[in-house]
């Protein structure tokens, strides 16, 4: 079992950066493909970016060139970079943990991140 905790949302003006941070607290990172989703007011939640224990990576349409989600197995934290963020952008992310072994899924709270002028 994994606990999620994400950090690094917040309100940041359109063209800004955030880092987002999800650090695992449990056993074995490295046994979980760790994703990145989204959910906008009224819409349903997205699938944002996904990194496997091996790095390999995949992102959404329309994060693909300012987006970049990466792990760090030593602190057991994944990231989520995003740059030149559009108002569209906004929206609660959520840190997913997936085991590569039993297939059992875990959730963090959400982190608010809000793009406005």
């Known amino acids: 079992q994994v606990e999620l905790a994400e950090s690094g949302g917040g309100l940041v003006q359109p063209g800004g950066s955030l880092r987002l941070s999800c650090a695992a607290l449990?056993?074995?990172?490295?046994?979980?493909?760790m994703r990145w989703y989204r959910q906008a007011p009224g819409k349903e939640r997205e699938l944002v970016a996904s990194?496997?224990?091996?790095?390999?990576?995949m992102y959404e349409d329309s994060v693909k060139g300012r987006c970049t989600i990466s792990r760090d197995h030593l602190k057991s934290t994944a990231y989520l970079q995003m740059n030149s963020l559009k108002p569209e952008d906004t929206a609660v992310y959520y840190c997913?943990?997936?085991?590569?072994?039993?297939?059992?899924?875990?959730w963090g709270q959400g982190t608010q991140v809000t793009v406005s002028s």
């Open positions: 990194i496997t224990p091996g790095s390999s990576t």
């Open positions: 997913n943990a997936q085991n590569i072994r039993t297939m059992a899924q875990y």
């Open positions: 449990g056993n074995n990172f490295s046994t979980y493909v």
